[in-house]
């Protein structure tokens, strides 16, 4: 065999082991982000919906409170930010608009069509910006089908994607060497930008709250549930001070 042959050989079996590392890590990044999206649709169903009543209240206390002494500007200004902050919470809770779809379950075989996807299909393995832009549509959809949990659209692109030019056979050896070499250029900088990317995912204290709840129930515990049940409490003691504040000012409009 060639020197240069194998050169070839050993570049094309460092490419092929790339190829499953990169698609590894495409799995890892999408699965962490549908598995984020998920907790926090969990969380605020289980948690968040009761902090939003709380802050309700306590907003419905500082404003009734700053009804007691409409001349107080501190009073007015705790009430107005009580106000904004019951709003944004309403809103990072989905309260005010319709609650979106839960994501759908990630099965062994989702992940395994994804990892398919990503292998055959990944901009880049592009030769010409063209066929760059048409492989960044197809992965675009690959990635929102994985999120709804859409096996059969994933199976269904790679079909549709036909055969990988990068996998046709027959150029002369020079050729190929060029051609491996450059893929693995291209392999080596995804792999830079999907690590970078989960350590992004990985930063964020959505993901933190994830692993902690979920170390906690593989414990036993219901971290979620226990956080609920001391919410409900502090809404029960707010309903009767915003019942003591109302009495108190009916108190004072009758004197």
Do not use: C, W
Not at 59 to 64: E, F, K, T
Not at 74 to 83: H, I, L, N, S, V
Not at 154 to 180: C, S, W, Y
């Amino acid at each position: 065999m060639l020197p240069e042959e194998q050169e070839l050989n050993r570049l094309e079996s460092e490419q092929a082991i790339r190829e499953d590392q990169v698609a590894n890590a495409e799995l890892t990044l999408e699965t962490l982000k549908v598995e984020t999206a998920l907790f926090e649709h969990n969380y605020y169903q289980t948690v968040g919906r009761f902090y939003v009543e709380l802050d309700q209240l306590v907003a419905q206390i500082a404003r009734a409170e700053a009804g007691l002494d409409v001349d107080n500007i501190e009073a007015q200004a705790e009430a107005d930010a009580a106000e904004r902050q019951a709003q944004q919470s309403a809103e990072e809770a989905g309260l005010t608009e319709k609650q979106p779809v839960p994501p759908r379950e990630i099965t062994p075989e989702l992940k395994q069509a994804f990892r398919q996807a990503a292998k055959l299909m990944h901009p880049d393995r592009a030769t010409t910006d063209a066929e760059r832009v048409r492989r960044n549509m197809i992965m675009a959809q690959v990635n929102v089908a994985y999120a709804k949990g859409d096996q059969a659209a994933i199976e269904k692109l790679i079909l549709e994607f036909g055969q990988d030019p990068e996998a046709i056979t027959g150029e002369d050896i020079a050729a190929r060497l060029v051609k491996t070499i450059r893929r693995l250029a291209q392999l080596h900088r995804r792999m830079a930008e999907a690590e970078q990317e989960i350590a992004l995912q990985k930063a964020g204290e959505l993901y933190d709250l994830m692993v902690t709840v979920t170390e906690e129930k593989a414990l036993g515990g219901d971290p979620l549930g226990d956080l609920a049940m001391h919410i409900m409490q502090q809404i029960s003691e707010r309903k009767i001070e915003l019942e003591t504040i109302r009495q108190r000012k009916v108190v004072k409009v009758t004197m």
